[in-house]
């Protein structure tokens, strides 16, 4: 049996036929197809392109459902479609905004020019070395400082709210951004593809009641911006000048800065051979 007609004779409809197709048929939909392609680079940007993805398993789960003909899970989803728009739409509401910002400013497509440098596994080696050592200078004269690292989660819209910088990352650069009353020194820094892409980038704090009492600001933002991506996030600690990192909503404090390297280059070489083993299936 065909599988659209499978489909649809689980969601209760017992006809289906086949439309007439003309040349502006296909025009539209190849249109509708490009904004959906343009959209969805968009959306990758952001840390929306992890709900976006949760969505797609939804929709793959109510295929499943269908052609199973598990009838309750189908007539919760038929029933509950309506307010699941409107929650997409509030969810959504944030980057929504933006892109209608980035629209009117013609730079939506931005995603296409970023670089493939994080895969030059030498460029990646430098620039974990030139932030421990800006880490542990900072550390040794009281300098706070904080740091984000992108992984796997794009970070845009946490660099949206900086100042971009777009430069070489080094030791020194990092020391001079957060030198005490300089105009860069408040936020963090985010940092892609081995190269410091923003400033002054404000954090969300973490909402854990777990968290020490003792610690301040900046190591409640390191937290929740861990929380909400995978990014490695270095602090170091204004008063004590203690270095931590913070990873997947947990915080390791008193970091040496051999501990630091380690913790960061482990983690960023088993995403190198789960990215070349994607790559290899992909090549076969």
């Not at 065909?2 to 409809?13: E, Q």
């Not at 789960?61 to 199973?68: D, P």
Request: one cysteine or more.
């Amino acid at each position: 049996m065909d599988i659209i007609n499978v489909i649809y004779n689980g969601l209760g409809i017992t006809e289906f036929v086949k439309p007439s197709i003309g040349i502006t048929d296909v025009l539209d939909i190849l249109i509708v197809a490009y904004i959906i392609y343009k959209v969805i680079f968009w959306i990758k940007e952001t840390r929306a392109w992890v709900l976006f993805k949760g969505i797609l398993v939804i929709f793959a789960f109510a295929a499943v459902a269908a052609i199973l003909k598990l009838h309750t899970i189908i007539f919760v989803l038929s029933n509950t479609i309506n307010m699941g728009i409107i929650a997409l739409l509030i969810v959504f509401q944030p980057e929504m905004r933006k892109a209608l910002e980035q629209l009117g400013k013609g730079k939506i497509f931005s995603y296409f020019t970023r670089s493939d440098s994080a895969s030059d596994e030498k460029a990646a080696a430098r620039t974990v070395d030139e932030i421990v050592r800006a880490a542990g200078k900072m550390g040794a004269v009281k300098t706070g400082a904080l740091i984000l690292m992108e992984q796997e989660v794009p970070l845009g819209d946490l660099e949206r709210t900086g100042i971009p910088i777009d430069a070489i990352v080094s030791s020194q650069l990092l020391i001079n951004i957060f030198e005490h009353n300089t105009p860069l020194h408040d936020g963090a820094v985010i940092i892609r593809n081995n190269r410091v892409a923003a400033a002054t980038c404000f954090l969300p704090l973490t909402d854990s009641n777990e968290v020490s009492m003792e610690l301040g600001t900046r190591h409640r933002a390191a937290i929740g911006a861990s929380e909400v991506s995978d990014a490695h996030v270095i602090v170091v600690s204004e008063e004590t000048g203690k270095i931590s990192l913070a990873r997947g909503g947990v915080l390791y404090r008193d970091l040496t800065t051999e501990q630091l390297k380690t913790m960061i280059s482990q983690q960023d070489t088993a995403n190198r051979k789960k990215l070349a083993i994607w790559k290899g299936r992909q090549t076969k």
